[in-house]
């Protein structure tokens, strides 16, 4: 389409008024929010670290050395890699896919019923009951979490009141508590985009394919999920991205063993004093997520205009 017919179209349906503010207002949204907070990340990343007295000086030059130090760390050797943090970075982005997987299976059944089954008060009953929880700030819902799976919590006191164990588990050693966080503090945005799928649904296709002979499973596997694709890429996307990016839940959750990577840029960025290196780390963080996302779309064919939907 044209630009400047598509232009004229936009300012006929909004109003000249209304046009301008939300051309401008979605301007500022792009460029001061997203794109300028990044290109100074990027600059930073390929700034030395030097004191405040000699930036902008002839030491002040771009280089890569941060970039190197994840992949190398401080190692003279050559071929030494810098294996504790790249340990963590991998570990990180594996723990972000279980954590999409276990959302995924969890929601689905659940998007399915609000979208198909409930109807009336009994579903906006339900839908306010998953929302209600999220008012309350993501930090305090952390701790009740860490409360919960503590060793004197409830779930260690059911056990034992049950019989099913004879002393408390330790789950926050074990990254039960963190992965449990994880997947319940970002478990909205894999519903509602999933729910919004399924209700456009139209009913008539599952009583054709069930009229048909095909058993629930099929239905759902031919049926449900093709249809229901979009939604589970943008679900997916927004909790994998969120769940690598997380850090509350990590620092509160997490056990002695459970580095997050997060939890490095942090630490270089306030405990390490080391700025560039900390914004070095952020970027391989948000590309290598991008990347990753970018991979899984094409390997399911998933294209980029059906997640925005």
Not at 200 to 224: C, F, P, T, Y
């Amino acid at each position: 389409m044209n630009p400047s017919l598509a232009l004229q179209r936009f300012f006929l349906k909004n109003g000249m008024a209304l046009g301008i503010f939300l051309l401008v207002a979605v301007a500022f949204w792009m460029f001061i929010l997203i794109i300028l907070p990044q290109l100074f990340m990027v600059d930073f990343s390929l700034s030395k670290n030097l004191p405040p007295a000699e930036i902008g000086g002839p030491k002040d030059v771009l280089t890569f050395e941060h970039y190197k130090f994840m992949l190398y760390g401080s190692a003279k050797e050559a071929g030494s890699f810098n294996t504790v943090d790249l340990g963590v970075f991998m570990r990180t982005l594996l723990a972000a896919f279980f954590v999409t997987i276990f959302d995924l299976v969890l929601c689905y059944p659940i998007a399915y019923y609000l979208a198909q089954v409930a109807h009336g008060g009994w579903g906006r009953l339900m839908v306010l009951s998953l929302i209600v929880p999220f008012w309350v700030n993501e930090i305090l819902r952390a701790f009740a979490f860490r409360i919960m799976f503590g060793s004197a919590g409830v779930i260690n006191t059911f056990l034992i009141w049950a019989g099913i164990l004879d002393q408390p588990y330790d789950f926050i050693p074990n990254n039960v508590a963190l992965y449990a966080g994880l997947g319940y503090a970002f478990i909205l945005l894999m519903i509602f985009p999933l729910y919004n799928a399924i209700e456009s649904l139209d009913k008539n296709q599952i009583e054709a394919a069930r009229d048909m002979g095909a058993s629930w499973l099929r239905i759902h596997w031919r049926v449900v999920i093709p249809f229901a694709k979009p939604g589970i890429s943008s679900g997916c996307t927004m909790v994998f991205m969120l769940t690598a990016g997380a850090l509350a839940a990590p620092q509160i959750l997490g056990g002695p063993s459970s580095l997050w990577f997060t939890q490095i840029i942090y630490q270089w960025f306030n405990t390490g004093g080391n700025w560039p290196r900390g914004s070095a780390y952020a970027i391989i963080l948000l590309v290598s997520t991008i990347l990753i996302v970018l991979l899984v779309m094409k390997i399911f064919k998933v294209k980029l205009g059906e997640i925005a939907k």
